[in-house]
């Protein structure tokens, strides 16, 4: 084992990642991915690598993200043991309250490093079993009806056996029809992103428990917490709660308005407050989903890794990219399965593609 380090080097860089397909949803449409990578290397020259996906919708950027950045790598500086983390985290968090996204960035790089001085993949690191870790699902964005056909023609030619379906239009139903015909041995899953109100709720997930779907995921908006309550009470599907699941503090107050908490590293701040989520939804009765943005590997990699823990992933953000987009490596996912063992990398297992 190498002893703690008291010197540490950091660095960030801004990264645009083109799309594979636009992907819209109910808010709207994304042609490419602002990521922000992070890398935080010992003295020794072993570097450990995270990435920032900001989203809008949350208040970040990636210019919010590089302006914040210079404060909590200073504060990683300040410390100086990369096997710290949650002193460093604490820290980030007192000097940046805010910028989930970019405090994101540094946990997985520290996780990424730390593991990696060990000599272990980080789910070794936490004592986690590879095999627990479910299969992904594969999103499918709002488009017109006869292109979400084709592109689910393709994820099921490519072996995806659970699938998410964007929803939120006046065609819904024409729309999940028509992949359910393409996708008759599929998992389905269902996200509004905030577009229904509780009675379409109530009302669609009648017609959608009949063509098989799984659950619904954010029907409601954020906003509004007893609508919410309301469309989970109606619902004969079960409801995922996404927007309003943003950090800790939320899980007590969605535990009566929803059955599966739906975590995202970016929304909640890095790897170690993902955790305390997932123990705190278990707590609550819920289950646990984890979810992402569209994302480098660099980023998605950390997110595997807590794959065992897990009722379900939608961890796709890297899939979504166009080919050879991504500057990392990650975590093989054929046809959605985590495959943590395939390749026995230490760390998060995101590695440079030059390397």
């Known amino acids: 084992m190498t002893a703690p380090s008291s010197s540490l080097t950091t660095s960030f860089e801004r990264v645009s990642l083109p799309l594979e397909h636009d992907f819209t949803i109910s808010r709207g449409t994304t042609v490419a991915a602002e990521n922000v990578i992070v890398r935080i290397a010992d003295e020794g020259g072993m570097v450990g690598v995270g990435a920032a996906a900001p989203s809008a919708h949350y208040g970040e950027t990636a210019d919010t993200v590089a302006a914040v950045l210079p404060d909590l790598l200073a504060a990683v500086e300040t410390v100086g043991d990369p096997h710290a983390i949650a002193a460093i985290e604490a820290r980030m968090e007192s000097v940046v309250s805010d910028n989930p996204a970019a405090r994101c960035a540094v946990?997985?790089?520290?996780?990424d490093l730390a593991a990696k001085r060990l000599g272990v993949p980080l789910y070794r690191l936490w004592g986690l079993n590879p095999a627990d870790a479910?299969?992904?699902?594969?999103?499918?964005?709002i488009d017109d009806t006869a292109t979400m056909r084709e592109k689910t023609r393709e994820a099921v030619d490519a072996g995806y056996s659970t699938l998410k379906l964007k929803l939120g239009t006046d065609r819904d139903r024409e729309v999940v029809e028509a992949?359910?015909?393409?996708?008759?041995?599929?998992?389905?899953?269902?996200?509004?992103?905030?577009?229904?109100?509780p009675r379409e709720t109530a009302r669609k997930s009648e017609w959608l428990a009949d063509l098989g779907v799984e659950f619904i995921e954010q029907p409601l908006p954020a906003s509004d917490p007893a609508g919410?309550?309301?469309?989970?009470?109606?619902?004969v599907l079960p409801i995922a709660a996404d927007e309003s699941c943003v950090t800790l503090s939320d899980i007590p107050r969605i535990a009566d308005r929803c059955d599966i908490a739906n975590l995202k590293l970016m929304k909640c701040g890095g790897l170690l407050e993902a955790k305390r989520m997932i123990h705190a939804a278990r707590a609550h009765g819920l289950e646990v989903m984890l979810g992402c943005m569209v994302e480098s590997n660099a980023a998605i990699a950390a997110g595997c890794h807590l794959g065992p823990l897990l009722d379900y992933a939608d961890l796709d953000g890297s899939l979504l990219l166009?080919?050879?987009a991504d500057p990392f490596e990650g975590v093989a996912m054929p046809e959605g399965r985590i495959e943590l063992g395939a390749v026995e990398r230490n760390g998060t297992g995101a590695v440079e593609r030059s390397e």
């Open 179 to 197: 992949v359910c015909e393409e996708a008759s041995d599929a998992t389905l899953r269902v996200d509004a992103n905030e577009a229904w109100t």
């Open 134 to 141: 479910p299969t992904s699902s594969f999103t499918i964005g």
């Open 322 to 324: 166009a080919e050879d």
């Open 228 to 235: 919410l309550k309301d469309a989970h009470e109606r619902s």
């Open 107 to 111: 946990s997985i790089a520290l996780h």
